[in-house]
């Protein structure tokens, strides 16, 4: 009997079948993805797309596991945000997708119905990123000129609209799943001190990054990789300490 109940619930590589509600959420997210991309220009299948694929994929290697609904923590919005500031609307939205998929179905070997949620959310968050800050910048002003004189408010803007909308729709889907409020997922997820500093040390790589591929050229993107792999190395091995840690409190609790 109850091998036979949970058939319904698995799909065939054995993880579990996503309930109504997960499907609403990620049917919902995909369809605002494609509208938001159906607004958003033209894409040009050129080098530049290519490259911010590359390296999009290269930041979501740079991942760990965060202890709360399978959720993973990369170093991905780095070069997703740079690709934001620099590529087209479109372009970004594309290639911000497709380095999603193919991050989390090869490194992190997500489920499908996630790895798609999680691609359109990175996509309307770029989106989001993308329209305010052209909605804030000077008349006839490009984004290259904005980075150049460094002009921060546009960016600052446009990096809070990224995180709220990354951030916020990664904690919904966990408090779906979890059965938590999803202020309450948000703060166990991004809420601690570590959490925000990390990705707001991301971010302003990216806008680093931005600022000197308008200078360098691309070739620009590999001054981050240090900086990354550092970062990404001591959240690992503090994460490493919380588990251990936690697992000494419930041996002392026992």
């Not at 290269?58 to 620099?86: D, H, I, K, Q, Y």
């Not at 070997?109 to 790895?115: C, E, I, M, N, T």
């Not at 709220?164 to 202020?183: F, I, K």
């Amino acid at each position: 009997m109850s091998r036979k109940a949970a058939r319904p619930h698995t799909v065939a590589d054995g993880t579990p079948r996503p309930g109504r509600r997960e499907v609403l959420l990620v049917t919902s997210a995909v369809v605002l993805a494609l509208a938001a991309l159906a607004f958003a220009g033209p894409i040009h299948p050129d080098l530049p797309l290519v490259f911010w694929f590359a390296a999009c994929v290269l930041g979501e290697r740079l991942f760990v596991r965060l202890p709360l609904g399978g959720v993973t923590l990369s170093m991905a919005a780095c070069f997703n945000f740079a690709a934001t500031l620099l590529l087209p609307r479109a372009d970004a939205m594309v290639a911000i997708a497709l380095s999603t998929v193919v991050a989390e179905r090869w490194f992190m070997r997500k489920p499908a119905h996630r790895v798609i949620f999680n691609a359109s959310q990175s996509m309307l968050g770029s989106a989001a990123a993308s329209a305010l800050l052209v909605g804030l910048l000077p008349a006839g002003e490009s984004v290259t000129s904005a980075l150049v004189r460094f002009d921060l408010f546009p960016i600052l803007v446009a990096a809070l609209a990224y995180t709220v909308v990354n951030t916020g729709s990664v904690a919904l889907a966990v408090a779906m799943c979890e059965g938590l409020t999803p202020w309450r997922a948000w703060a166990r997820l991004f809420g601690n001190g570590l959490n925000l500093s990390m990705h707001g040390a991301s971010l302003s790589l990216g806008v680093l990054v931005a600022v000197h591929v308008t200078q360098a050229g691309l070739i620009a993107t590999t001054l981050a990789l240090c900086p990354m792999v550092a970062a990404h190395q001591a959240y690992r091995m503090y994460l490493s300490r919380q588990v251990r840690s936690d697992d000494d409190s419930e041996s002392r609790a026992a």
